[in-house]
């Protein structure tokens, strides 16, 4: 029994905060907000720390769920990064009716990557994608009075939607042609059938919908611009880290059979991605869609990654996204304090910054140095491990478009930078008072940027857990 | 041709019918009454494979739940008599041509290949649906169960917010 409770132990305990939190809500007291958010985020924090104590691994419930060490080291990240952001949207949520509300939703859509992630047949897998996404497109209207917020929301629930129905369609042609759901019945049957074929180039859409890789990427800048900064923060890293990390392993062992065939579907995937999303960058002018593109073209350089297909390229895409998650909630705690403060989320609002927030303007510029890849920033490595990985299946023109494209982002992300510190400008945001929480966040992406940059011990650490 | 294969087509038919009918009609309450009859369809082609208790569940949650939830939400939100604007014929068009691109690269591959495990004897004993719903071995849908269940009180959540949502003053 206690067995249980321990491979069970981070699903568990999030499943009790929730209902913790929903008792709170329901309770007649009238709780003040600011202990409210203390309380959750003391909650957040337990529970991130819980995370790190246990190591057993194994199945439970014949084979609907299993455990391992890396699989509680990827949630232990999407731990963290909710942690960030939950400290991120203090200020937001303070003035925000329906605080306890968000985090509900917000765990939810937490509990169902758990799942997600957990998985080890179709059906599991499905239900914990939808319950990561659906409470996500109540969360995009968290501005309640806002129309573009409303207008996220729809947008994001009928693409996917749409991206569930592709995905169940192909999730019922394997299951005729297996006759089961597992995923080791699956890796067994996977063959160059067609029709299975057919199914799994749906399945590979339904994927690529929720990490918005060009072609399926049509409504990522519109649902990122709407929703508020926090959920558009959670929507481009910890919703997207989460499916990443699913693909990956779901690629490299269930499909282990199509390695072929899903190389090529990957690379053509990743090199659309990053030259969609860095054309389109580079001509954005509000701040979330310019991350919007940029985290797209970053996909790209993750399906690099993981189109290696071994160990060392696994590791690479885990690695990258602890890396991507610290550079780009960095990036998006700045924005949410300015867009909190003044409600300017234009790129041209933030030129004259440096002479009125010198601290604010070094956060993001570090967080964009390292997003854009220049040592002795976290991100330099992480590309550098992803290239490493897809370079190890020969493929070199792949990494030379790559590099290419490397450089394209390098123009685009150094122009906000040119932007803050050396623009004039008549209005520059006024100077802002940083309260604790955003600092706390802040603090933490910029130790994660340089630690995980500067000393090795992140990867080969997640390249042990592989092995 | 056998019987049986005949009153397969004949539903099938209705329910696509159905269906069309419910994404062209230009009134909004006529589309639900249409989807309405799809759902129907189904339930009866549910009947068509033996299958009574998925039928019946499928006619009380969708005929009777969902499709009378959309009419009620039809009613709350929209001016129900109101005709919407007729779709651009560059769309229709569009739209038309994916549909048959569609069904005919999937109608050709299930004709060429198949798939084989069909006719597989399975057992649909309501006793034994219920057992497993609640089985936490090996063959037990215990867990995706319980996460089904989260998911829904999540969605409830989710839409009491945005429906408990203070409208701006009127001016």
């Given at each position: 029994?206690?067995?249980?409770?321990?491979?069970?132990q981070q699903?568990?305990?999030?499943?009790?905060?929730?209902?913790?939190?929903?008792?709170?809500?329901?309770?007649?007291?009238?709780?003040?907000?600011?202990?409210?958010?203390?309380?959750?985020?003391?909650?957040l924090v337990v529970n991130l720390a819980a995370g790190f104590f246990f190591k057993e691994k194994?199945?439970?419930?014949?084979?609907?769920?299993?455990t391992n060490d890396l699989l509680r080291f990827e949630k232990n990240i999407l731990n963290l990064g909710t942690l960030l952001i939950s400290l991120q949207?203090?200020?937001?949520?303070?003035?925000?009716?329906?605080?306890?509300?968000?985090?509900?939703?917000?765990?939810?859509?937490l509990?169902?990557m758990f799942?997600?992630l957990s998985?080890?047949?179709?059906?599991?897998?499905?239900?914990?994608?939808?319950?990561?996404?659906?409470?996500?497109?109540?969360?995009?209207?968290?501005?309640?009075?806002?129309?573009?917020?409303?207008?996220?929301?729809?947008?994001?629930?009928?693409?996917?939607?749409?991206?569930?129905?592709?995905?169940?369609?192909?999730?019922?042609?394997?299951?005729?042609?297996?006759?089961?759901?597992?995923?080791?019945?699956?890796?067994?049957?996977?063959?160059?059938?067609?029709?299975?074929?057919?199914?799994?180039?749906?399945?590979?859409?339904?994927?690529?919908?929720?990490i918005?890789?060009?072609?399926?990427?049509?409504?990522?800048?519109?649902?990122?611009?709407?929703?508020?900064?926090?959920?558009?923060s959670y929507?481009s890293v910890i919703s997207k880290g989460s499916m990443l990390f699913v693909m990956t392993s779901?690629l490299s062992t269930?499909?282990?059979?199509?390695?072929?065939?899903?190389?090529?579907?990957?690379?053509?995937?990743?090199?659309?991605?990053?030259?969609?999303?860095?054309?389109?960058?580079?001509?954005?002018?509000?701040?979330?869609?310019?991350?919007?593109?940029s985290s797209?073209s970053q996909v790209g350089f993750i399906l690099i990654g993981m189109s290696g297909a071994n160990i060392e390229s696994h590791s690479s895409v885990v690695y990258f996204v602890l890396v991507y998650l610290f550079s780009n909630l960095a990036a998006f705690a700045?924005?949410?304090?300015?867009?909190?403060?003044?409600?300017?989320?234009?790129?041209?609002?933030?030129?004259?910054?440096?002479?009125?927030?010198?601290?604010?303007?070094w956060v993001l510029a570090i967080a964009l140095f390292s997003l854009a890849g220049i040592p002795p920033t976290a991100g330099f490595f992480g590309k550098f491990f992803l290239l490493l990985g897809g370079a190890s299946?020969?493929?070199?023109?792949?990494?030379?478009?790559a590099?290419?494209?490397m450089?394209?982002s390098?123009?685009?992300y150094?122009?906000?930078?040119?932007?803050?510190?050396?623009?004039?400008?008549?209005?520059?945001?006024?100077?802002?008072?940083?309260?604790?929480?955003?600092?706390i966040s802040m603090a933490v992406c910029m130790a994660g940027i340089v630690v995980t940059g500067i000393i090795s011990g992140a990867y080969e650490y997640i390249y042990s857990l592989l092995k | 041709?056998?019987?049986?294969?005949?009153?397969?087509?004949?539903?099938?038919?209705?329910?696509?019918?159905?269906?069309?009918?419910?994404?062209?009609?230009?009134?909004?309450?006529?589309?639900?009454?249409?989807?309405?009859?799809?759902?129907?369809?189904?339930?009866?082609?549910?009947?068509?494979?033996?299958?009574?208790?998925?039928?019946?569940?499928?006619?009380?949650?969708?005929?009777?739940?969902?499709?009378?939830?959309?009419?009620?939400?039809?009613?709350?939100?929209?001016?129900?008599?109101?005709?919407?604007?007729?779709?651009?014929?560059?769309?229709?068009?569009?739209?038309?041509?994916?549909?048959?691109?569609?069904?005919?690269?999937?109608?050709?591959?299930?004709?060429?290949?198949?798939?084989?495990?069909?006719?597989?004897?399975?057992?649909?004993?309501?006793?034994?649906?219920?057992?497993?719903?609640?089985?936490?071995?090996?063959?037990?849908?215990?867990?995706?169960?319980?996460?089904?269940?989260?998911?829904?009180?999540?969605?409830?959540?989710?839409?009491?917010?945005?429906?408990?949502?203070?409208?701006?003053?009127?001016?």
């Amino acid at each position: 029994m206690s067995i249980f409770f321990l491979l069970l132990q981070q699903e568990l305990l999030l499943t009790a905060i929730i209902f913790v939190l929903l008792f709170v809500k329901l309770s007649t007291k009238q709780w003040n907000s600011q202990t409210v958010l203390s309380f959750v985020n003391i909650l957040l924090v337990v529970n991130l720390a819980a995370g790190f104590f246990f190591k057993e691994k194994g199945t439970l419930f014949g084979d609907m769920f299993q455990t391992n060490d890396l699989l509680r080291f990827e949630k232990n990240i999407l731990n963290l990064g909710t942690l960030l952001i939950s400290l991120q949207a203090y200020n937001w949520l303070l003035k925000h009716k329906h605080a306890i509300e968000f985090y509900l939703l917000m765990l939810s859509t937490l509990l169902g990557m758990f799942f997600m992630l957990s998985s080890s047949n179709l059906l599991m897998f499905y239900v914990g994608l939808e319950l990561a996404s659906i409470p996500l497109a109540a969360l995009a209207n968290f501005d309640l009075d806002k129309k573009r917020s409303s207008e996220a929301a729809m947008k994001y629930i009928m693409s996917s939607a749409f991206a569930s129905g592709l995905l169940l369609f192909g999730i019922s042609l394997i299951y005729g042609m297996v006759g089961s759901v597992n995923f080791t019945d699956i890796a067994v049957a996977a063959s160059e059938n067609p029709l299975f074929l057919f199914g799994f180039i749906l399945l590979i859409a339904g994927f690529g919908f929720k990490i918005s890789a060009v072609p399926f990427h049509l409504w990522t800048a519109d649902v990122y611009e709407g929703a508020p900064v926090a959920v558009t923060s959670y929507l481009s890293v910890i919703s997207k880290g989460s499916m990443l990390f699913v693909m990956t392993s779901v690629l490299s062992t269930v499909f282990a059979n199509l390695l072929f065939q899903w190389y090529n579907i990957v690379a053509v995937l990743a090199v659309l991605s990053m030259i969609v999303g860095n054309l389109f960058a580079i001509r954005q002018q509000n701040i979330k869609r310019f991350l919007a593109f940029s985290s797209i073209s970053q996909v790209g350089f993750i399906l690099i990654g993981m189109s290696g297909a071994n160990i060392e390229s696994h590791s690479s895409v885990v690695y990258f996204v602890l890396v991507y998650l610290f550079s780009n909630l960095a990036a998006f705690a700045v924005i949410n304090v300015i867009s909190e403060a003044s409600g300017k989320e234009n790129i041209d609002d933030y030129k004259g910054l440096y002479k009125t927030n010198p601290a604010l303007t070094w956060v993001l510029a570090i967080a964009l140095f390292s997003l854009a890849g220049i040592p002795p920033t976290a991100g330099f490595f992480g590309k550098f491990f992803l290239l490493l990985g897809g370079a190890s299946k020969g493929n070199y023109l792949l990494i030379i478009v790559a590099a290419l494209n490397m450089v394209i982002s390098l123009y685009y992300y150094l122009r906000i930078i040119k932007a803050m510190f050396m623009d004039a400008n008549e209005t520059p945001v006024e100077k802002l008072a940083i309260s604790w929480s955003p600092k706390i966040s802040m603090a933490v992406c910029m130790a994660g940027i340089v630690v995980t940059g500067i000393i090795s011990g992140a990867y080969e650490y997640i390249y042990s857990l592989l092995k | 041709m056998t019987a049986s294969q005949i009153i397969f087509y004949l539903i099938s038919a209705f329910i696509l019918s159905m269906g069309v009918l419910s994404v062209t009609s230009r009134k909004i309450f006529r589309s639900a009454i249409w989807l309405l009859f799809s759902l129907i369809g189904i339930a009866a082609l549910y009947f068509w494979m033996d299958v009574q208790f998925i039928a019946a569940v499928q006619i009380v949650v969708y005929v009777g739940g969902i499709v009378v939830l959309i009419i009620f939400s039809i009613f709350l939100t929209q001016q129900s008599g109101k005709e919407m604007p007729k779709a651009p014929l560059l769309r229709t068009i569009a739209g038309a041509l994916a549909v048959l691109f569609g069904f005919a690269f999937t109608f050709l591959l299930i004709d060429q290949y198949g798939f084989p495990a069909i006719d597989q004897p399975f057992d649909n004993d309501v006793a034994r649906i219920g057992n497993a719903m609640l089985n936490t071995e090996q063959g037990g849908y215990a867990l995706p169960f319980e996460v089904v269940s989260i998911l829904l009180l999540a969605a409830m959540v989710g839409c009491i917010v945005i429906a408990l949502k203070t409208k701006p003053e009127e001016k």
